[in-house]
């Protein structure tokens, strides 16, 4: 009620609540579709009812509209035979809409179960953008609640706001790992995991305070952090998603950002987990990283890490076989769903790497690591440390820098689109990139 109270002052929350519970609840009285003719039952398909006038010229669809407001039919289109429009009066005028079908009914990013449904919410938002067109327009490019939106409960939640001003810029250095922090950092900055939400009941827009207006698809919802948002008001959020671990449903898998985010630390668990049990008990195994461990144990390791996190017991008193947890390292980078050099400095890695002259070729790859995000460059340095230790005791797991390269070239690095011929030309310049680092 408090909520609700503070927004009755603004115009829009007074048109969105006026339409959406007063207009909806007659909705089904005032709009109106007007029975087909029996001529055409029979081409009718399937999947509309009543709605449906076959084919029809705009002139005709007008004429039999009749001027009634929020009155509407179906019609095949004379001009193009097989597809459908939507008339719909509203107005004073009758709109015309290319009409769509794909199990369920749309005109544009919204589908619905009906065209009724279709009919409501398209009503809905034509009263909304008509009656309020320019609050809208003020709301989207400088939204006047902002000290009282999603900023402000980021600071309730947080105690502050996560810093999003210069950072110094990074050194390129995979060579030691003396200066590098350890400590925890939550400042790496993410944007927001938004996907088209259905509320229930009403709701206010987290970043500009205002009504959420419409019957389904109201808004964007933040799978990772719960942020509410109009779709318009997602482009204006900045890139300081908070993930809650109760959101986050697994670790495997899981955005690595997302990830070092949710559990306020510089790496992901698992790299430091596994890491630290194989530098532990593991570095003069033979072929370390080439052989493979039982499947089903990496599997095990994995089902322990999305159940119990970093309470996940991986030593050697549970798996005895050092290669199972080298393969679940691997296994846990290969699934990332952006690897660690990300998908957008593929294509400069990839030049870089067959620059024939060593110490341009170097600088090219260095400044390519300066792109990555900082959850990633983090990630493939502590890594880069760790693959250096495996060289060192080479006499004992045979494992040299070239065949490090090959096992993981092609697990850190992952063209973005799956061409078979454009990976078969770079597979080589993937397994030995990691050799100039």
């Known amino acids: ?28 009285a005032n709009v109106s579709c007007l029975s087909p003719l029996d001529l055409q039952m029979e081409t009718r398909p399937k999947y509309y009812g009543r709605e449906f ?31 459908h429009t939507l008339a719909l009066r509203f107005g004073d005028q009758t709109l015309n809409y290319r009409l769509f079908y794909d199990g369920k009914h749309f005109v544009g990013e919204k589908r ?31 939204p006047i609640y902002e000290h009282l939106g ?64 419409g019957l389904i698809a109201q808004g964007v919802h933040c799978s990772d952090c719960g942020l509410n948002v109009h779709k318009q008001c997602s482009k204006l959020v900045p890139s300081d998603c908070q993930p809650d671990l109760r959101r986050i449903k697994k670790v495997f898998s899981c955005d690595l950002t997302t990830l070092v985010k949710a559990h306020n630390t510089t790496r992901p668990m698992v790299v430091d987990m596994c890491i630290k049990e194989i530098e532990l008990r593991g570095l003069q195994s033979e072929g370390l990283y080439r052989v493979s461990g039982f499947s089903e144990h990496i599997e095990d390791v994995r089902l322990a890490f999305d159940r119990d996190g970093e309470k996940a017991d991986i030593s050697a008193n549970v798996y005895n076989d050092i290669n199972i947890i080298a393969g679940a390292l691997k296994l846990y980078l290969r699934d990332l769903p952006i690897p660690v050099i990300t998908f957008h400095v593929y294509s400069r890695f ?60 092609p697990t850190l690095m992952q063209p973005p689109e799956q061409n078979a011929l454009a990976t078969l030309n770079d597979m080589r310049v993937r397994y030995g990139w990691m050799v100039y680092v």
């Open 53 to 83: 006038h076959g084919m029809l010229s705009r002139e005709c669809a007008d004429e039999l509209l009749g001027g009634a407001e929020g009155a509407y039919l179906v019609r095949e289109s004379q001009r193009q035979p097989g597809t």
């Open 1 to 28: 009620m408090k909520r609700l109270s503070f927004n009755l002052n603004s115009l829009l929350d007074l048109l969105a609540i006026e339409v959406t519970f007063q207009l909806t609840m007659s909705l089904s």
């Open 150 to 213: 999603y900023t402000s409960l980021l600071k309730d939640k947080m105690g502050h706001r996560l810093s999003r001003g210069h950072t110094e810029p990074r050194r390129v250095t995979f060579q030691r790992e003396d200066n590098c922090p350890s400590e925890k950092q939550s400042s790496y900055d993410k944007i927001h995991n938004f996907k088209v939400h259905t509320f229930r009941g009403p709701h206010w827009c987290e970043y500009c305070a205002n009504f959420m207006w």
């Open 112 to 142: 619905f179960e009906t065209v009724h449904d279709l009919v409501t919410d398209g009503l809905i938002t034509l009263y909304i953008e008509t009656k309020a067109a320019e609050y809208i327009a003020k709301m989207t490019t400088n």
């Open 350 to 409: 990839i030049q870089a790497a067959k620059i024939p002259n060593p110490d341009t070729r170097l600088e090219a790859i260095h400044e390519g690591l300066l792109q990555l995000p900082p959850a990633h460059y983090e990630t493939l340095r502590y890594l880069m440390m760790h693959l250096k230790k495996v060289t060192m005791f080479e006499k004992d797991n045979f494992m040299n820098s070239e065949n490090l390269g090959i096992v993981f070239g």
